[in-house]
């Protein structure tokens, strides 16, 4: 099976940054989409940021100018640079790959890693 494990959340200063980690380790051969979502108290759950298997990139408008999402094939792993954090970016922030293509089963499948929360703060 397939196991993700993000890394990188924090308590970070108005202004800051933080880069996300989110490692996918199993027998996979593709991935369609990789996917930032976070999710703050009170709040439903907010797609941030994609990027597809061919390298196409789209963003949440709030975050826009400021994240960037990127991957590393050979890793299997999708990084979220956050820049300029304001208070609004808190939330518990969830890595999400969509289309795991395994080479055991060659059949795809979706998976979710644990969140990792980031606080922006004075």
């Known amino acids: 099976q397939v196991q993700l494990v993000e890394s990188g959340g924090g308590l970070v200063q108005p202004g800051g940054s933080l880069r996300l980690s989110c490692a996918a380790s199993?027998?996979?051969?593709?991935?369609?989409?990789m996917n930032w979502y976070r999710q703050a108290p009170g709040k439903q759950r907010e797609l941030v940021a994609s990027?597809?298997?061919?390298?196409?990139?789209n963003y949440a408008d709030s975050v826009k100018g400021r994240f960037t999402i990127s991957k590393d094939n050979v890793e299997n792993t999708v990084y979220l640079q956050m820049n300029s954090l304001k208070p609004e970016d808190t939330a518990v922030y969830y890595c999400n790959l969509d289309g795991v293509l395994l080479t055991t089963t060659w059949s795809e499948y979706d998976y979710w890693g644990q969140g990792t929360q980031v606080t922006v703060s004075s």
């Open positions: 990027i597809t298997n061919g390298g196409s990139r």
């Open positions: 199993g027998s996979i051969f593709s991935i369609r989409v």
